[in-house]
């Protein structure tokens, strides 16, 4: 068989039901890794549904305990030939919370329901049905090739990717010499839009900032104590914007990110953004001044508000608080100095007479992002483009944070995503779900892409 035999394998795979039927039974198991009571479901999941998967296609399996005692890690490997490329690749089988009675039509979020181009269920996109579409072109490839692919694979699979993955380094750092590669590449998040191919090459980072003001104990009455009283209300929010402006602008330059550099405004000079009907319209003039939508979301720093508290706002007493609070949220780019953002915030409040808020972070993701000159960046965009007849976008990082670093910084790799979802798969929220035709790209795209990778004769 050839190349286009192989697609044509994969696209069976998907027309025939077969890979809806994995999907479904994939999504079935409740893998919500928040909830201490779904250890077990986390288990199961490697040992009943994947690591079947990949000993069906030649995998030699095993279950890597965690050091802390949390969920375990599945490692898989297929070798072939030492003078053969060898392929990192990544996965994770947890999910968010499901979220039941929350979806549409009464949906239930452990079972994929199909609605025209629509497959819904918790996992679908993030990432139960992106690493099915791995499997599924692997197996296309190896069937294909006669029980071959061409190139050896490794790929590690954790169940804790929502909740931080708090284990992933520790363990690849345990693993190294067993993970070593001459590529890591994986499929997470969502393309840029739902008809253009994507890759990119790391991830923006994530600071979560605590801003509390405590000023007394319980609220008192505004007729008897207003004027006299400080609002801690009213101080937070002068604090914050003393942070942003009311147009999304940062105002402190310890959160910016360094110059945007000429060629990554090269790289995104044809990247446009553009919101299918469903999903929300891009803000006219929010964010920073000069830079283009697709500048402001990949290669810029951006400070949201994520939650703000004060009084009861379901049944307000007419009374001042006594308390305020609110957490912030900085994603950042490569080359932000982001040790210096909290000591940079304190210091900036002080000196604008806000020494009662407290600044506390928690909850850091780094960030990451291959050499934009490394070769395999360009095979790989070569490969898509000659699958689908597209120019993938290729961006410089995702915008949201994935442990990228743990490849990138820990083992040393070229990274590379190709995501498989869209923005408005309602990842994380109720209604979660993948388009049919994005799915069926998807695989063409990655069945052809490993089918290039086994014509290799040696890596770069």
Not at 100 to 119: F, M, Q, S, Y
Not at 141 to 159: D, P, T, Y
Not at 266 to 274: K, R
Not at 389 to 412: H, I, Y
Request: proline fraction near 7%; aromatic fraction near 6%; include cysteine.
């Amino acid at each position: 068989m050839n190349r286009a035999e192989a697609i044509r394998l994969a696209g069976e795979h998907l027309h025939s039901g077969g890979f809806l039927a994995e999907l479904d039974r994939r999504v079935a198991y409740p893998t919500e890794s928040q909830r201490p009571d779904r250890r077990g479901v986390l288990r199961s999941y490697l040992e009943q549904e994947l690591l079947p998967a990949f000993s069906e296609l030649g995998f030699a399996g095993e279950l890597i305990e965690s050091p802390t005692g949390r969920s375990p890690f599945l490692l898989a490997e297929y070798r072939e030939d030492p003078s053969a490329p060898t392929v990192l690749m990544y996965g994770h089988g947890d999910v968010v919370d499901g979220m039941e009675g929350e979806w549409r039509d009464h949906l239930d979020p452990w079972r994929t329901t199909r609605a025209g181009n629509k497959v819904y269920g918790r996992g679908t996109a993030d990432n139960k049905g992106q690493h099915s579409i791995i499997l599924s072109a692997l197996r296309a490839v190896h069937q294909a090739r006669g029980g071959r692919l061409g190139f050896n694979v490794k790929f590690i699979v954790e169940m804790g990717e929502e909740i931080g993955s708090p284990d992933l380094r520790q363990v690849c750092e345990l693993l190294r010499d067993r993970l070593e590669a001459d590529l890591f590449l994986a499929s997470d998040g969502p393309r840029l839009s739902a008809d253009r191919p994507t890759l990119f090459l790391g991830c923006r980072g994530g600071l979560r900032i605590h801003l509390d003001v405590d000023l007394r104990e319980g609220s008192h009455h505004s007729g008897n104590w207003g004027g006299l009283l400080a609002n801690p209300a009213t101080i937070l929010s002068g604090a914050i914007a003393s942070l942003v402006d009311e147009r999304g602008r940062l105002l402190l330059d310890e959160l910016k990110p360094p110059r945007i550099s000429n060629q990554i405004r090269s790289m995104l000079a044809d990247v446009t953004i553009e919101p299918m009907p469903e999903e929300p319209a891009v803000s006219p003039d929010w964010g920073e001044d000069g830079l283009s939508p697709a500048e402001r979301l990949y290669a810029w720093n951006t400070l949201e508000v994520l939650a703000m508290s004060a009084g009861n706002i379901k049944s307000p007493a007419n009374a001042i608080p006594g308390d305020a609070h609110s957490v912030l949220q900085l994603r950042f780019v490569v080359g932000t100095a982001i040790d210096k953002v909290v000591p940079a915030i304190r210091k900036a409040f002080d000196r604008r007479g806000f020494s009662m808020v407290r600044v506390s972070a928690t909850q850091s993701f780094a960030a990451s992002r291959t050499d934009l000159q490394n070769p395999w960046i360009d095979r790989i965009a070569r490969s898509i483009r000659a699958t689908t007849g597209k120019q993938p976008a290729v961006l410089p990082n995702f915008g949201g944070s994935l442990p990228n670093d743990v490849f990138s910084e820990t083992l040393g790799l070229p990274t590379i995503w190709v995501p498989h979802s869209y923005p408005g798969c309602s990842q994380h929220a109720p209604d979660e779900h993948i388009l049919l035709s994005v799915t069926e790209e998807a695989l063409a795209i990655m069945t052809g892409l490993f089918w290039d990778f086994g014509q290799m004769q040696q890596p770069f």
